[in-house]
């Protein structure tokens, strides 16, 4: 019995090296991680099918006296049976895809034992149609729970082995002869199919690590380069921004040539051919006409599929991929090889993968744009609500006064025109300067001086230095208004509004403070953060500066407000010193495309 141990494990180790062998192939691998479609059901029956097949070619023919060591069993004796590994490959076969690819293994199988005979054939055809059938349902409820370790598909192969003993003894007549047998071919068999089934189990796991880890390091490599890509693609399609990331996929990728389109016409190529496939030059090849017409991916494997018309153009292969925003294909990227073995799964599955990352990019990109198109229509309508009582005021103020003080009229007309002017510039700026904001306050001020010459007095103090500084329009005037407006109605004593600019720790701080009536900690806990119902205001002004100013510098930059009551208010504005120029950069980007 012992000295059919080294003759299996002899025969087994032609399956290993053949198994071995084919796991190196993609196609292999493609079957062993199958999609369980029918195709790949399908080919793992024929792939293990054909294992079957090889472990009854390589059996051992048992005679009732001795063990024949033929080569190649093409054929077995009537009194004869045959000791092999066949429960293996049924076994892992049906582990891996279920019931219905353990039936077609084990029919395989089954059918090709009994047709090389032997006393034993048609139990072991019989056997083998069952195991398959066994296996595949332990396979499919024992994936439910966890995934399939070598540990249990060795005890899944034992114990069809095992049964495979069992039915043998059943079925095949004499009983004397099969009782035999088993004890010759029982304990062998059990421990090659054992051992064997852990070995495939190894080559299987290696598969699936090989795969698990190409795919991480694919998808962090894809995620480098998203990374690497998101600052050019937040500024949209443009010439500029496609030119940078066209250059970093060249560098990241294997790829000879990257090229990125709109729906009209190239706005970069890098890389080979760069002398006939020119930017801005309309669509150079027909290929992307297809990909922009379909929303598909399409990938050329000749030259002649690329569609260009220069003879001498070196890109022999291609795959153009749609770049979709909303669902509607806005460019295509592709990406071009001199040879087409370059393109091979693994660079068309990195292609796929980021260009859907790029397309998320565009629509974040796009979604950032209209956010910032609709802040804008805000800050204009903010602009445009130039208090109709105040207008009406001071008119009236400055037309009474040409008649006693035409001096202090024609100044307070010329406040009201910078006013207005201010109004107007703001309206079609992002940001100004410190000094440009104080000259619209300084005139909303002398207006409203004029009216209450002794109702208020104005305090402004400005660390030098500052004046250049940025912040978006419409800071500071609302504030003050606000102070005027509501700090001192019903308050019968003379008020102080003090406005001062200082820096601080790398930031500009801009205190808007009044002496007036003040509030209560809940009316202060809600201003700033959201409208709120009243009979003096609505509070959107101070939403708006606080959503400009944290949306411009990146939530670096914000507005602070502290209030007591029958004390006063302090409105605390706070700008990144070291972030000046970061939003001219943000919007030339946007407003580029």
């Not at 069993?73 to 066949?86: G, H, K, Q, Y």
């Not at 582990?95 to 048609?122: D, K, Q």
């Not at 130039?386 to 008649?403: D, E, G, Q, Y």
């Not at 939403?543 to 939530?555: D, F, H, P, T």
Request: proline share 3%.
């Amino acid at each position: 019995m012992m000295h059919l141990l080294p003759l299996m494990l002899e025969r087994m180790g032609i399956i290993f090296i053949v198994a071995f062998l084919l796991s190196r192939l993609k196609s292999f691998q493609r079957i062993i991680n199958n999609d369980q479609r029918i195709s790949g059901k399908m080919l793992l029956i024929a792939v293990f099918g054909i294992f079957g097949i090889m472990s009854n070619y390589t059996g051992i023919e048992i005679n009732p006296n001795s063990a024949a060591e033929h080569t190649w069993l093409l054929e077995v004796e009537p009194d004869s049976a045959i000791a092999n590994t066949r429960i293996l490959g049924i076994g892992i076969g049906a582990l891996l895809g279920g019931p219905f690819v353990g039936l077609g293994i084990g029919l395989i199988a089954g059918l090709h034992r009994f047709t090389l005979g032997g006393f034993t054939a048609e139990a072991c055809a019989i056997s083998a149609v069952l195991a398959g059938l066994a296996a595949g349902y332990i396979g499919v409820q024992y994936r439910k729970k966890s995934r399939i370790t070598p540990l249990f598909a060795v005890s899944v192969g034992v114990v069809m082995e095992i049964i495979q003993m069992g039915i043998i003894l059943l079925v095949t007549k004499p009983f004397e002869m099969a009782l035999d047998l088993i004890k010759v071919i029982g304990i062998p068999m059990i421990v090659i199919n054992g051992f064997g089934t852990l070995l495939f189990m190894f080559i299987i796991q290696s598969i699936f690590r090989e795969e698990e880890r190409a795919r991480a390091v694919q998808t962090n490599k894809a995620f480098h380069i998203a990374d690497q890509t998101l600052p050019f693609f937040r500024q949209g399609l443009n010439p500029d921004s496609c030119k940078e990331v066209a250059q970093i996929l060249l560098r990241l990728t294997d790829a000879d040539a990257v090229a990125i389109t709109d729906q009209k016409q190239v706005l970069t190529h890098v890389g080979a051919a760069s002398d006939h496939h020119l930017p801005l030059k309309g669509l150079a090849t027909g290929l992307t006409k297809k990909v922009l017409e379909e929303g598909t991916i399409i990938t050329a494997r000749k030259k002649e599929e690329i569609f260009c018309f220069n003879e001498n153009c070196p890109l022999q292969a291609a795959v153009v991929l749609p770049l979709k925003v909303h669902d509607k294909t806005a460019g295509t990227l592709k990406l071009y090889f001199k040879h087409p073995n370059q393109m091979n799964e693994v660079e068309q599955e990195l292609a796929e993968g980021l260009a859907n990352l790029f397309s998320t990019q565009l629509e974040l990109a796009k979604a950032e744009l209209q956010s910032k198109l609709l802040k804008d229509a805000e800050i204009k309508a903010l602009q445009a609500q130039v208090h109709p009582h105040f207008l009406f005021n001071a008119i009236n103020t400055i037309s009474a006064l040409c008649r006693t003080d035409a001096e202090k009229a024609r100044k307070l007309l010329l406040e009201l025109s910078v006013f207005f002017r201010s109004n107007l510039q703001g309206s079609r700026q992002t940001v100004i300067t410190l000094e440009k904001e104080l000259e619209h306050v300084k005139a909303y001020l002398s207006l409203e001086q004029a009216r209450f010459p002794n109702k208020y007095t104005i305090t402004l103090r400005m660390e030098e230095g500052l004046e250049k500084v940025t912040l978006p329009p419409f800071t500071l005037q609302p504030l003050v208004e606000n102070a005027i407006r509501h700090a001192f109605s019903h308050v019968k004593s003379k008020g102080h509004v003090l406005i001062h600019a200082y820096t601080k720790d790398e930031k500009m701080y801009v205190l808007v403070e009044d002496d007036g009536k003040g509030m209560t900690k809940d009316e202060t806990e809600s201003l700033g953060k959201q409208a709120v119902k009243s009979k003096e205001g609505t509070g959107t002004a101070l939403v708006n500066i606080r959503e400009r100013l944290e949306g411009i510098y990146n939530m670096k930059a914000g507005i602070h407000i502290h209030s007591e009551e029958g004390i006063g208010t302090k409105v605390l504005v706070t700008i990144p010193l070291d972030k000046k120029g970061v939003y001219e950069n943000h919007v030339k980007g946007f407003y580029s495309r």
